[in-house]
C-alpha cells in the first residue's frame, strides 16, 4: 500500500511541530524514502497554507509556526537526504536594495523559499548595486529576487538591471521584485521578469519564473 503523507501534510499546515517530528519518524520506520516525505507530504503541506494565505484564510503569524513546525521536520530528514539525489527548485539571490534597511518582508519571503524547496542566498539589507552582480557572477543563480519598501529606493532596481545588462549577466537570471511601493506594472516597466505582492506569492512566481 502506498504511502499517504496527506496526515502529515495536515500537521504541517496545523504549525503541530511534535506531531510533525512524530510522523516523520514513523514514515521513516515504515520504509518511506525521505524525499517522499519531502516531497509529497512537507512542501505540500505549506503550499496548501500559502494558498489559504493569498485567499485571505490565514495570516502571517500561521505561516511562521507553520513553517517553523515544517523546518522541525526537514530536520529529521536533512541528514538521509545526502544519500538520495536531492533537487532544489532552483537558486535564488535574495536582498534589499541600496538605501532600504527593511528585512522583515524579505525574511519572511525567504523563509517561505526555503520552505518551497529553494536554495536562497541571502545578501542582506542596504545591498549595493555591484554586490548584487557579484553574487550573480559567484552564485549563477536562476533568480535574483530584489525587495525594496522605500518608493525613493526603487530605483535602484533599475540600476541593478542596466549592471547586469552591461556585465553581459542579464540573459542568464531571472529578476523578481517586490515590496509594498512596487506594482506588476514597474516590473514590466524596468523589465524585472517577475513580481510578487505578498510572501505567499513569492514562491508561486518564482517557481513560474523557473519553469519558463
Known amino acids: 500500500m502506498a504511502w499517504d503523507g496527506s496526515a502529515l501534510s495536515d500537521a504541517v499546515q496545523n504549525g503541530d511541530d511534535k506531531a510533525v517530528v512524530q510522523m516523520v519518524r514513523d514514515a521513516l520506520g515504515e520504509g518511506v524514502a525521505p524525499l517522499s516525505i519531502l516531497d509529497e507530504a512537507l512542501i505540500p503541506g505549506i503550499q496548501k497554507l500559502g494558498e489559504l494565505f493569498k485567499d485571505g484564510e490565514v495570516f502571517l503569524p500561521e505561516i511562521l509556526i507553520s513553517c517553523r513546525a515544517m523546518n522541525r521536520g526537514v530536520d529529521v530528514v536533512k541528514p538521509l537526504l545526502a544519500?538520495?539525489?536531492?533537487?532544489?527548485?532552483?537558486?535564488?539571490?535574495?536582498?534589499?536594495?541600496?538605501?532600504d534597511l527593511h528585512d522583515i518582508g524579505k525574511n519572511i519571503v525567504k523563509l517561505m523559499l526555503e520552505c518551497g524547496g529553494f536554495e536562497v542566498i541571502d545578501m542582506g539589507v542596504d545591498v549595493p548595486v555591484g554586490d548584487f552582480v557579484s553574487a550573480v557572477k559567484e552564485h549563477s543563480p536562476d533568480i535574483l529576487a530584489m525587495s525594496a519598501l522605500l518608493t525613493i529606493t526603487m530605483v535602484n532596481m533599475t540600476e541593478v538591471l542596466q549592471a547586469l545588462e552591461k556585465e553581459g549577466l542579464r540573459d542568464s537570471v531571472r529578476v523578481m521584485i517586490g515590496g509594498a511601493p512596487i506594482t506588476r506594472e514597474y516590473a514590466d516597466e524596468i523589465g524585472a521578469e517577475g513580481f510578487a505582492e505578498d510572501c505567499a506569492s513569492a514562491v508561486t512566481e518564482a517557481e513560474r519564473l523557473v519553469a519558463n
Open 83 to 99: 544519500a538520495e539525489d536531492v533537487h532544489s527548485k532552483g537558486k535564488v539571490v535574495l536582498g534589499t536594495v541600496e538605501g
